[in-house]
């Protein structure tokens, strides 16, 4: 399986099958190159020792290579991981939750794997046109909305390597005076936040908003959520800064987003989960859409990496699944026939 340029390289020994590929699967999700994937015997056997930053190692009965140890010790410095759990049925929660702790069991060997977007990458941005030749229109059956009042519906946007560009033209691509507001977790080095909040906002109706203690999501806003700290909504739906970390491995955690923020709304909070590396979205999504809520995922293809997403669309709970502009054509379609919807059961009262 290739890697990519500079990214640490790990060894998988199981005499499990179904292990080797799903630790292979699991950590190719977090950018790693395998470099090696097989039972002892094969590694015993292999001509040239594998050159792996760090080897995984999982079987069902140690006893039964009792050789591997030393064969490992003579031909490696590199950390090896023993005693791994199983890994469970793919696309249930307990998967996800498995995927987590090896990587936070990676981490502690090869530090921060998750690659994230450059300075430089989102600068560029800045120079590329809107796809679009026209403005985008708010069709005649949407009354604009007002940008003074709360928005009823909120979309979170999840992203992470590869985001920035997605959400960029998905923002490009929506008419103005939706009556929606957006709250946008992307995972990025906290430096670069004031770059991403300039690029994204320039040729879009949406301009990015930072997170301000007591404020109530309006419509028309796109609130970015903060690297460092947990954000929540208290009772009255106004923005609240806790005094905690995000948990997990990623800031902003997306699918702690999910929760705060669903919590709060309930079947008027709705997700759209763009490209990234890993799977951070994938085990609140079931629980938003217990509620009632929309999930929906960037298309693979279009994904400069499309682990997330294609997590999130393992679980089962998305319901559309589309390039950056199509999701914005269908999220003012949707927007549209809900407003229909509202118009004729007020004429059917009347």
């Known amino acids: 399986m290739a890697g990519q340029p500079g990214r640490p390289a790990v060894g998988i020994v199981s005499d499990i099958v179904l292990q ?26 292999y001509p040239e020792f594998p050159d792996a930053s760090l080897w995984l190692i999982t079987l069902e009965d140690e006893a039964d290579h009792p050789v591997l140890f030393d064969h490992l010790l003579e031909n490696t410095e590199a950390p090896v991981l023993f005693g791994l ?13 498995w ?6 069991k990676l981490e502690q060997s090869l530090g921060h794997i998750e690659k994230l977007d450059s300075a430089a990458a989102i600068e560029e941005l800045a120079n590329e046109q809107p ?13 604009p909305a ?26 490009d691509n929506l008419p103005p005076g939706l009556p929606v507001g957006f709250v946008y977790a992307q995972h990025i080095d906290n430096n670069f936040t004031e770059v991403l909040t300039r690029v994204l906002g320039r040729h879009a ?19 970015l959520m903060p690297v460092e700290h947990e954000w929540s909504l208290d009772d009255s739906g106004a923005l609240l800064q806790r005094d905690t970390p995000w948990p997990g491995p990623y800031g902003p955690s997306i699918d702690q987003v999910l929760l705060n923020i669903g919590d709060h ?19 609140a999504a079931p629980l938003l859409k217990a509620y009632g809520s929309r999930i929906w995922v960037q298309e693979s293809s279009s994904c400069g990496n499309s682990s ?43």
């Open 20 to 45: 080797r590929h799903r630790l292979q699967e699991a950590t190719s999700r977090f950018g790693l190159d395998v470099c090696f994937s097989g039972d002892p015997d094969r590694l015993q056997g």
């Open 85 to 97: 759990d199983p890994a469970p049925k793919p696309g249930s929660t307990d998967y996800f939750r």
């Open 99 to 104: 995927e987590r702790r090896l990587l936070d």
């Open 131 to 143: 796809q679009t030749a026209t403005s985008p229109t708010l069709p005649h059956w949407i009354p």
């Open 146 to 171: 007002s940008a003074d009042l709360p928005a009823e519906e909120i979309w979170i946007l999840g992203a992470s390597l590869g985001g920035p560009a997605a959400v960029k033209t998905f923002l």
């Open 205 to 223: 109706h949406y301009q990015l908003k930072p997170a301000e203690n007591g404020y109530r999501i309006h419509n028309g806003d796109v609130i």
């Open 265 to 283: 709304y309930g079947a008027h909070c709705h997700a759209i989960v763009f490209s990234g590396m890993g799977n951070d979205g994938a085990i």
């Open 308 to 350: 997330m997403p294609d997590s999130v669309a393992a679980t089962g709970c998305s319901v559309f699944c589309g390039t950056p502009e199509q999701l914005a054509r269908e999220l003012v379609k949707t927007i549209e026939e809900s407003c229909l919807l509202k118009g004729r059961q007020k004429r059917d009262s009347a």
